[in-house]
């Protein structure tokens, strides 16, 4: 038979949870809610220079270095990707996020623990203090097995869960960014170096001419056709010139030690780094996804895709922090004092319980809003940031594609000048050898001539740059990266693939 103390005992803790629910009823979160949305690829206008180009290229490969087909550069560039700290570094990073994600995802399961306590107590013969067995000992001792659980009503546990996963993606998105980059700075550094190599040719051309007319002013003087003063303005630019070839070698030196750095070695590596020989023939052309795969094939994109969604989680977790806490606690364990060591351990010493536990935060001075406010505001800074770089993608690709063209125009209009620069050269040398005019025009022509040199080196390396440039743009030859489908912030669908995080580790530890 029921009694009215059991109805009652049974009721108060639906009472307690209804009372708890109806408070958190009345939790003030509203007038809080993110001002900023995700840009749609699809609504940004490429720009005439994209859609001239075409849709031709597609992606580019894998080892896309190896277009400039320098087996140097190829072996360069993956021992940078093998050695280099920052691959270490981007690596233990995804580790590190891979490690805090079990730790948040822990907080969806229930808790086992198990606490003993066994002490020994000798009473003192003082009758105040050794009331209870004054020159006894006896034994205090406690076994528990604890079981904790909370009933994630509001989603808190799950979208910090969620978050910690998100942050996963985004730490590997991170680590293959770096080693694009890394990738890129080899490139560009091996070109730097193929460029000094290329001045010092015209440098080394320049002296040889310089020391021919030298030699010629000095015939003109013994055979009477010349002045003291053509020998001596032929001297003048030879001190000169050596200085610059002095300067181009120190910076061959430099750049190797540079590669070496890269390649995460001392400066001994760079010693048998020998002279580039690139030779790039790949030519400019876009793939025709363009911009819609661009979020997934730009790692810092996909990094930044992936943090507005943390964020969005990070928005449910502060607003469950306006409702109650449940959780189901339960224990059972043997409780004794007195007795021997091992009496505690009989079954009339055994105790358990179990019930609810309920916390919920009533007064707390506006903390709550202010989470809410900060975390809410974080999302909109996530989001500007994607929208931001998605911007500057468009915008570095749409800028390396007009560099590219118009290099290749100017590199027409240099070889024009360099082969008219050289017909002015041997002109004058020759109108010069012949006592029709003076030095002067010789030096003059001769300027022009290396000037025009050191243009079409310079253009050269910058179509190599601005390759290597519109690659990492479009993302280098790394596969796509799954990207989450847009949706509101406030979707709490469960999405977990527990193998989304082994995926996200492989794709950002590769060394």
């Not at 490969?61 to 270490?88: F, H, I």
């Not at 409702?323 to 004092?337: E, K, M, R, V």
Request: hydrophobic content about 40%; glycine content about 8%; proline content about 4%.
């Amino acid at each position: 038979m029921t009694t009215f103390a059991d109805k009652r005992l049974s009721v108060t803790p639906l009472l307690a949870l209804s009372l708890c629910l109806a408070i958190a009823g009345c939790a003030d979160n509203r007038g809080i809610k993110p001002q900023a949305a995700l840009q749609q690829p699809n609504t940004l206008d490429v720009g005439n220079a994209i859609r001239q180009v075409g849709a031709e290229a597609g992606w580019p490969k894998r080892a896309w270095w190896e277009n400039y087909a320098d087996p140097q550069l190829n072996r360069l560039v993956l021992a940078a990707v093998a050695g280099n700290p920052s691959m270490a570094m981007a690596a233990a990073r995804v580790r590190q996020a891979q490690s805090l994600g079990e730790v948040a995802h822990a907080g969806e399961l229930p808790t086992v623990g198990f606490e003993a306590s066994i002490s020994r107590k000798d009473w003192s013969n003082n009758p105040y203090y050794g009331a209870a067995g004054p020159g006894e000992l006896t034994w205090n001792n406690t076994a528990t097995l604890g079981l904790s659980y909370g009933l994630d009503f509001w989603g808190k546990d799950r979208n910090t869960s969620e978050r910690a996963l998100d942050e996963i993606h985004a730490v590997a998105a991170d680590a293959r960014a770096a080693q694009l980059e890394l990738e890129g700075n080899v490139v560009r550094t091996y070109v730097h170096l193929s460029l000094q190599y290329g001045l010092l040719d015209n440098t080394k051309n320049t002296l040889e001419q310089e020391q021919r007319i030298l030699d010629l002013a000095q015939r003109r003087l013994k055979g009477g056709i010349g002045t003291q003063m053509e020998i001596t303005q032929a001297e003048v630019p030879l001190p000169e010139t050596r200085r610059q070839m002095e300067a181009l070698e120190e910076s061959i030196v430099l750049t190797r030690n540079q590669l070496a750095a890269l390649l995460g070695q001392g400066p001994g590596a760079g010693d048998s780094i020998t002279r580039p020989g690139l030779d790039l023939q790949a030519a400019i052309g876009l793939p025709s996804a363009l911009p819609a795969e661009l979020i997934g094939r730009r790692p810092d994109i996909s990094a930044a895709r992936w943090r507005v969604e943390a964020a969005a989680k990070g928005i449910e977790v502060a607003k469950a922090a306006f409702y109650p806490d449940i959780n189901l606690l339960a224990s059972i364990g043997p409780q004794a004092t007195g007795g021997s060591l091992l009496s505690f351990l009989s079954a009339k010493n055994l105790a358990t319980s179990y019930g609810p536990a309920i916390s919920l935060p009533i007064f707390e001075g506006g903390r709550l809003r202010g989470q809410l406010g900060a975390t809410t505001a974080g999302y909109d800074l996530a989001v500007e940031h994607y929208n931001q770089l998605l911007s500057l993608a468009l915008k570095n690709i749409a800028d390396q594609i007009v560099t590219q063209q118009s290099l290749a125009r100017q590199q027409k209009q240099a070889d024009l000048s360099v082969a008219a620069a050289q017909k002015n050269v041997d002109i004058a040398t020759r109108a010069y050898q012949r006592g029709l005019t003076n030095y002067l025009n010789v030096l003059t022509a001769q300027t022009q001539w290396l000037r025009q040199q050191q243009m079409v080196q310079q253009l050269l390396a910058q179509k190599l740059n601005s390759y290597a440039s519109l690659t990492v743009a479009l993302g280098g030859g790394l596969d796509s990266i799954a990207m989450p489908e847009q949706h509101d912030h406030n979707d709490n669908n469960d999405n977990r693939d527990d193998t989304a995080v082994a995926a996200a580790a492989k794709a950002g530890a590769t060394r």
